[in-house]
C-alpha cells in the first residue's frame, strides 16, 4: 500500500503506557509510545529514542479485552499471527486503546480502497476478461 510521507509521519498520540512484560513474572513496565497512521513504536526511555519496537498496523489484528478498573484501563492487543500484547492506562487519560482501534480502522479502510483501485485498475487495462465475465453473468 504506498502512503505519502505526510501520512506515514502523521502522529496520532503520544505519550506513556504499560505495557505486561514477557517474562514469568510479568510486570508492567512504563513504555513512551507514538501511534502514527501506519504503526505503534514503543520505546523502554522518555529521553533514548533510538531503540525501539515497531508494531505495523498491518500486523495487528485487533484490540481486545478492554477492561476497566478503579485506576487502570487494560487492553489487549492481538497480532495477526496470534500473539497477545497486554498494555495499561491510566482511566483519566484519552485511552489509548480507542486511538489504537480508530488507527487500525482507518488503516484498514484505506486498505481495502486502494485494494479496490488496483483490481479495478486491473480489469479496465485487460477488457477480454470484462467480455469473458459479461458473458458467465445470468
Do not use: H
Request: positive net charge; contains cysteine; glycine residues 4%.
Amino acid at each position: 500500500m504506498k502512503m505519502s510521507a505526510a501520512e506515514i509521519c502523521q502522529v496520532l498520540k503520544e505519550g506513556e503506557l504499560e505495557k505486561r512484560s514477557d517474562n514469568l513474572l510479568q510486570f508492567w513496565k512504563r513504555k513512551t509510545c507514538v501511534l502514527t497512521t501506519d504503526s505503534l513504536n514503543i520505546y523502554a526511555d522518555t529521553q533514548k529514542r533510538s531503540k525501539g519496537k515497531e508494531l505495523k498496523l498491518q500486523s495487528i489484528k485487533k484490540v481486545d479485552c478492554v477492561e476497566r478498573t478503579g485506576k487502570f484501563v487494560y487492553f489487549t492487543i492481538v497480532t495477526t499471527d496470534n500473539k497477545e500484547i497486554d498494555f495499561r492506562c491510566s482511566g483519566e487519560d484519552n485511552c489509548w486503546n480507542a486511538v489504537i482501534t480508530m488507527a487500525l480502522i482507518d488503516y484498514q479502510n484505506r486498505k481495502a480502497i486502494q485494494d479496490f483501485k488496483t483490481r479495478q485498475d486491473n480489469e479496465s487495462a485487460s477488457p477480454g476478461q470484462q467480455e469473458r465475465r459479461m458473458a458467465r453473468a445470468p
